[in-house]
């Protein structure tokens, strides 16, 4: 089932709407409702477990917030891509001029933790390295599980970018001195 704005801002930023960037919540659902994007989920661990890592992390200083509950979202990602044979699994490293939280070091899996600005799906897709970047939020105190929201290029994806180029075209033409 395809997510909607209002489910994707529960992705991107745990339900927090402040500051949260409707237009480009609004532009990834309607992308993957006509193929741009192709969008999945899968349980990686309980609460239970991301709790209970909490208390054998600890919070350092870095790019972002690094407190505690991203430090165990960013471990349980990497236990889960390292599960999944990749075993070359790195924290923060820089990658197209930016520090996902983990990622395999061929770049082609990536994943963001907790609160992210939904524009990483675009920028990190533009990369032709890149086979999905995902999303793990923190998790809602009733939900048993961490989600893992995965998101990849979509057989309508070049002309979901092409359209997107061609809008940006045709407004800064407008807007220009001629």
Not at 2 to 31: C, H, M, R
Not at 100 to 124: L, M
Request: some cysteine; glycine content about 6%.
């Amino acid at each position: 089932m395809n997510p909607t704005s209002e489910e994707l801002k529960n992705i991107f930023y745990s339900g927090f709407p402040q500051g949260a960037s409707w237009d480009v919540l609004d532009e990834l659902a309607v992308a993957i409702y006509n193929g741009a994007l192709i969008y999945k989920k899968t349980t990686i661990a309980s609460t239970e477990i991301y709790q209970k890592t909490q208390d054998t992390v600890m919070v350092i200083e870095g790019l972002g917030p690094q407190e505690k509950g991203h430090m165990a979202l960013k471990k349980i990602a990497k236990q889960w891509l390292m599960s999944q044979r990749q075993n070359d699994v790195l924290f923060e490293s820089e990658f197209d001029g930016l520090h996902p939280d983990v990622r395999t070091s061929d770049g082609r899996f990536i994943i963001e933790c907790g609160t992210t600005d939904p524009s990483c799906v675009r920028i990190f897709l533009n990369d032709e390295r890149v086979v999905w970047i995902g999303n793990l939020p923190y998790p809602f105190y009733e939900e048993k599980n961490l989600e893992l929201h995965m998101f990849s290029r979509g057989s309508k994806y070049e002309t979901w970018q092409e359209e997107k180029l061609q809008v940006s075209r045709q407004t800064f033409q407008r807007f220009h001195r001629k």
